[in-house]
């Protein structure tokens, strides 16, 4: 069974405007000052375990060209429409059957040796189960999900996620490792309607949601690997005062 990448990069990146923008969101961007857009380091980490042709990029149509000129060796998964990661995961599973599917973010700034980690959870995966990697948080983020044991909590306000670090709670990196027929099995059991519709019709749900709050296939693995996710101008800037400061002068 092959190992596919899947890269979501469809997003729209809001929360960084002015420098993220409808015709080039955040992905497209080098938000870390290392010389390379997420995208591009979200896809060298992505060959660290997998072969290039089996690194697939899911993003929207409208964003073709900035695919074709920063990652042209990879294979693109074209959506008409952003719908969320839900829609994103579905198409990918369906396109990519008899594979191990390695789903993750393209905007996530991740240190160390991520590649182990991702292999340990493939092993896992084989089994038929859903893998998540679990990040130790070290304060409330209401932009964050959250794993207790099994249950996940989409983006919480802050007291429930203070509540629920005190309950040893992990942050939900977003990132999943699972076997493309076990996806659409829980597909076909908690969210039966997708297999129906056109991709315009397609519900804008967040994959945590439509699945990983239901499945009872889930494992959540301590991530031993640094992990951010580049989603504000207070992550980004983090990594990259800089260019904070360069957004200021120009503003």
């Not at 857009?37 to 060959?47: D, F, H, I, K, Y």
């Not at 980690?117 to 070290?138: C, E, L, M, Q, Y």
Request: glycine content about 6%; hydrophobic content about 45%.
């Amino acid at each position: 069974m092959q190992i596919c990448s899947v890269i979501l990069a469809g997003g729209l990146g809001k929360r960084l405007a002015p420098l993220s923008t409808k015709s080039k969101p955040k992905q497209f961007h080098d938000l870390t000052g290392c010389g390379m857009s997420m995208l591009q380091q979200t896809v060298m980490r992505a060959e660290e375990f997998s072969a290039v042709k089996n690194i697939h990029i899911i993003g929207n149509a409208a964003h073709e060209h900035h695919f074709a000129y920063q990652v042209p060796e990879c294979n693109l998964i074209l959506e008409p429409s952003a719908k969320n990661t839900a829609a994103s995961v579905f198409i990918a599973a369906q396109k990519l059957p008899n594979s191990i599917l390695v789903i993750m973010p393209a905007d996530h700034y991740i240190i160390g040796d991520f590649a182990v980690d991702v292999k340990r959870a493939v092993s896992i995966a084989k089994t038929g189960r859903i893998v998540t990697f679990g990040i130790t948080p070290n304060a409330p983020n209401e932009n964050y999900g959250y794993i207790v044991t099994h249950l996940f909590t989409e983006k919480p306000q802050r007291e429930r996620a203070e509540k629920l670090i005190a309950q040893k709670a992990k942050w939900n990196s977003g990132i999943f490792v699972a076997r493309s027929d076990v996806l659409l099995h829980e597909f076909k059991k908690h969210q039966p309607d997708f297999f129906k519709m056109p991709f315009a019709a397609l519900p804008e749900l967040p994959f945590d949601k439509a699945i990983m709050e239901k499945t009872a296939r889930h494992v959540c693995l301590s991530a031993n690997f640094g992990w951010d996710d580049l989603g504000s101008w207070e992550s980004v800037a983090r990594h990259n005062p800089q260019l904070i400061d360069k957004i200021k002068l120009a503003s």
